[in-house]
């Protein structure tokens, strides 16, 4: 394993990364690092074509030591699907889907539960518990039950149904709130503390791994191009941990020295229903005020204080990047629009990536000729109500 520690972004300070690791003393999430240059002298792009086709094929930019302590489903290797018609229509020919919802639970969410499961079973966690909108809650308690480690799941009742039933099948303790995740977090955080250790706060960015199952969906982008990053990549944002993992790898991906400077721009997207990250980009904020009265059918990126504020905007920031916020039935028509063209079902917080592209093409902040990759986070089939089918007639049998 190259896993050399934890850092923290805000304070600079390293942590041992041997034991389970919450948030820095001054409040930031922390970040692994790796000897890279170690990498880069084992392993060569060549070298990937030969392996599994799962986000395992990147062992050594990943944190687990032993292989017996992987814990994996067959997760990563989504497709980059081409989208010619849609494309065409909103004035970018050249449209990528990334398709997340053929991960095992249905959403990308796999990724960070996948290595944030499996590292926490290698550092000897017997229970984990979290705040979730849905999809994270029941892959990580997917995972928990395959590693047999105990899942703890707090989530909003308003959270989709398919996610509540994920969580009940693979065992968790299931607790329902009546209200938003972030009234979920604070019940974890309550059951942390009344453990006296015996249970781990796995919620996002309060632990670092995760990160680092999310991170390869940057890696496989890239790999899938080529060894090419694109010009820009459009993530639905809520925790955003896979817009900050997606930017960590590029410049992991750039300092081993299998892409060239050019790294893409990338941009968080949001509802108007909840846009933290939205309203402090544009305003020049280096953190995001909590949103009063959050609410949007794209219920993953429902999450009115995200803990990764800082790091989403300096992603942003750093990748000459931006934020936009899209109304929610801007997003169903595009949605509808997307899969009678191209075949795809997209999830809601996939289809608000194809309403802020089409924004920003027509703004002019997406060039002509400019290679756009999509974030579809999740499968389409797990929000039916997405699509209204209670007016079609009923015939005569």
């Keep these: ?46 070298r990937f074509p030969l392996r599994p086709a799962d986000l395992w094929r990147y062992r050594e930019l990943l944190p687990v030591a032993d292989p017996r302590h992987v814990t994996t489903l067959g997760e990563g290797w989504t497709p980059l699907l081409r989208a010619p018609a849609y494309g065409a229509e909103i004035g970018i020919p050249d449209l990528i889907v990334k398709d997340e919802g053929l991960t095992p639970t249905g959403s990308f969410k796999a990724r960070g539960a996948a290595v944030g499961v499996s590292r926490a079973r290698e550092l000897g966690v017997a229970r984990i518990a979290m705040p ?27 959270a989709p149904g398919i996610c509540r039933r994920e969580c009940v099948a693979a065992g968790a303790d299931l607790r329902l709130v009546d209200g938003l995740i972030s009234d979920a ?90 846009a933290p990250i939205v309203r402090a980009f544009a305003a020049g904020e280096e953190r ?47 949605l509808r629009e997307f899969a009678a063209r191209e075949g795809l079902l997209l999830c809601p917080e996939g289809a608000a990536c194809l309403t802020a592209a089409r924004h920003l093409r027509a703004g002019g902040w997406i060039r002509a000729g400019e290679r756009v990759v999509v974030l579809n986070t999740g499968a389409g089939l797990k929000y039916p109500e997405t699509v209204d089918v209670a007016d079609l007639p009923v015939l005569p049998a």
């Excluded at 928990?144 to 009742?157: C, L, N």
């Design 1 to 46: 394993m190259y896993l050399t520690h934890l850092e923290c972004p805000r304070c600079g300070r390293e942590h041992d990364a041997a034991s389970p690791a919450n948030l820095c003393g001054c409040g930031s999430p922390l970040l692994a690092r790796y000897d890279l240059a170690a990498v880069a002298r084992v392993v060569t792009p060549e």
């Design 132 to 158: 979730t909108n849905g999809n994270a809650g029941a892959a990580w308690a997917t995972y928990a039950a395959r590693a047999g480690i105990g899942a703890t799941i707090v989530m909003p009742v308003a």
């Design 185 to 274: 977090g604070r019940l974890v955080a309550g059951l942390v503390a009344d453990s006296g250790g015996a249970v781990f706060d796995a919620g996002t960015l309060r632990e670092p791994y995760r990160l680092e199952g999310k991170k390869t969906m940057g890696y496989e982008i890239v790999e899938q191009l080529g060894w090419q990053a694109p010009d820009v990549i459009i993530y639905p944002t809520g925790g955003g941990v896979g817009l900050i993992g997606i930017h960590k790898a590029v410049h992991e991906l750039r300092e081993l020295g299998w892409i060239e400077d050019r790294l893409p721009r990338l941009v968080a997207v949001q509802s108007t229903g909840c």
């Design 288 to 334: 995001a005020r909590p949103w009063a009265d959050a609410r949007t059918v794209a219920f993953g990126i429902t999450v009115p204080a995200p803990l990764g504020d800082e790091l989403v905007l300096t992603a942003l920031r750093e990748s000459a990047g931006t934020a936009i916020a899209v109304d929610d039935a801007e997003l169903l028509a595009d």
